[in-house]
């Protein structure tokens, strides 16, 4: 009797210490998704601010996030700094490259709206995109030719974290870096700042009013060309941060991550509602947390599978995805 009892008790301990390491592994997967989902959320406010105004889809923007991405290495490269430098030394570094390196990929949007979307703004609606399939083989290729094919990486500069849930007899624990923490938090802010931005300043007056009849805006008074340069200056530095962000997290980079970034990040910006930018932050995180946890539970092979298949399920029910508006044809 009493080995049955102590049997019972050993299984019990197992069965508690089983379900603790199914917890943190779950809770460790969810931290990894919300950081993706955050870098995808920033790249897809840029692809619904350009389509909420005109109406297009602005596919040279994963290049741009690609771009800021060099431009912060470049820059950390050149200015030598390393994890052994001073923790106020490498916050004011990497606000510096942050700045610099949204100025020049704000640079970058505003020659793809002035190249690409204004001269053609009142063509057919298949001959922008074209040019900017254009531009982002041109981007593609540029950064490719100055600065290879192969694979850019830097040490890690944000180093440690804190044990969110530990297990004292396995040891295991679910862990949240100081660089997750500060893609979250730059995440939110910046979600909070542009939504102040559009609904309580005059530029996103002009913005919505553009979004709903770019005609009578200008009828109005409202600069339609400078609010639309605006909007991609703003969507460009926005992929800048995202690309920083990356580049800070994975720490390895090459020409090619802004055509698989862009392809997720839109398909983030679908789901959330494409024009709407809460559904743009909430697609990005949808997308990262299915990568992420179909990664960790079943075959990383099929996450971007999984991925288009839930974006397709939610299309079926919601056409205009979880947030979005449904388009109103004007007459």
Partial sequence: MGAFICLTAISANYLLSFGERILEYFVQQLINGLTLGSIYGLIAIGYTMVYGIIGMINFAHGDIFMVGSFISLILIVALGLTAAAGMWTIIFVLLFVLVVSMVLTATWGWAVERIAYRPLRGSFRLAPLITAIGMSIVLQNF??????????????????????????????????????????????????????????????????????????????????????????????????VAGVMFLLYYGVVDFYIGFLAGVKAFTAAVLGGIGSLPGAMLGGLLIGLIETFWSGYFSVEYKDVAAFSILAIVLIFMPSGLLGKPEVEKV
């Fill in 143 to 240: 950064v490719q030719i100055s600065q290879g094919a192969r694979n850019k990486s830097i040490q890690p500069l944000v180093t440690g974290g804190h044990d969110v849930m530990v297990n004292a007899e396995t040891g295991f624990s679910a862990y949240l870096s100081n660089i997750q923490i500060l893609i979250m938090t730059v995440t939110v802010v910046l979600m909070f700042g542009f939504t102040f931005l559009i609904n309580k300043t005059s530029l996103g007056r002009s913005q919505r009013a553009c979004e709903q009849d770019t005609k009578m805006a200008s009828l109005l008074g409202v600069n339609v060309d400078r609010t639309i340069s605006l909007t991609f200056i703003m969507g460009a530095a926005l992929a800048s």
